[in-house]
């Protein structure tokens, strides 16, 4: 039986450099021979490039970190929300609050040791953006103030939080640097893919941390219950002692 070629496009192949295959040794797997199969290789090569592409686009939906909501904002009430940002991430942020008569609120983003990221005395709408230096809890509060003897409705606020790949803007990357619609893809694949080794780093060195940690509480509940027991000992031992003398002393016992 006859071996019969597969149904590709009539594309001659000439002045191919056969070195470009040699990753296929390997894996073990035949190095093409003929146009065709050269032909075959091409297409299974781009086809997993696309697939490889299509994975990290998924993935990138899968671990995007933004934070969008809205919520109600009484007369005289404070509401914040706490966001855990790593070391050197770029936080941006969009928000719009609904209109008040004699409202003022004031919009303060501040970490856990106090530092004033932002500020804003009569937040309307706006936009604000940071980056983190060191690892810090950040605190977005809206304080709203309403004079005495004044009654005023809620004040409905839209907040939009973008921090990380999410937070940069490739538009801009692209205009500046000259880049391809292609190339941007690229950049900001290869962004997140940063992006989640470091998530990965971060949670290993949480792991290595908190297994220390249970380690050196485990040791110290173990040195603890020895000196528990032999306190226990050395107690008991005193309270015989003490008794027999005490006994000796009233001619109870010999």
């Not at 071996?3 to 590709?8: G, I, S, T, W, Y």
């Not at 490889?52 to 007369?75: E, G, H």
């Not at 008040?100 to 706006?126: E, M, N, R, S």
């Amino acid at each position: 039986m006859q071996n019969r070629a597969l149904p590709l496009p009539l594309v001659r192949l000439q002045h191919l450099d056969r070195r470009s295959f040699n990753f296929y040794g390997h894996f073990r797997i035949k190095e093409p021979t003929n146009d065709t199969e050269i032909q075959l290789m091409l297409i299974l090569k781009m086809n997993a490039t696309w697939l490889l592409a299509a994975l990290l686009a998924v993935l990138s939906c899968t671990v995007t970190q933004v934070l969008c909501l809205s919520f109600m904002l009484p007369p005289n009430v404070k509401k914040c929300l706490q966001e855990e940002i790593h070391k050197d991430v770029l936080v941006t942020g969009d928000y719009k609050l609904s209109g008040a008569p004699g409202h003022k609120t004031l919009l303060l983003v501040k970490d856990d040791k106090g530092h004033i990221l932002y500020q804003k005395d009569d937040a309307q709408f706006g936009k604000f953006a940071f980056t983190t230096d060191v690892y810090a809890v950040c605190d977005i509060c809206f304080i709203t103030n309403l004079p005495r003897g004044m009654r005023g409705a809620d004040r409905e606020v839209y907040l939009n939080v973008k921090r990380g790949v999410e937070a940069k803007s490739y538009e801009d990357i692209a205009k500046s640097e000259a880049l391809k619609p292609m190339e941007v893809e690229l950049r900001r694949l290869e962004d997140l893919s940063e992006a989640i080794v470091n998530d990965f780093a971060y949670m290993k060195a949480r792991e290595e941390e908190m297994r220390d940690t249970n380690e050196s509480t485990n040791t110290r509940v173990l040195y603890f219950s020895i000196f528990s027991m032999v306190c226990l000992l050395s107690l008991a031992t005193w309270q015989v002692f003490y008794l027999r003398r005490y006994f000796k002393s009233k001619k109870l016992i010999e």
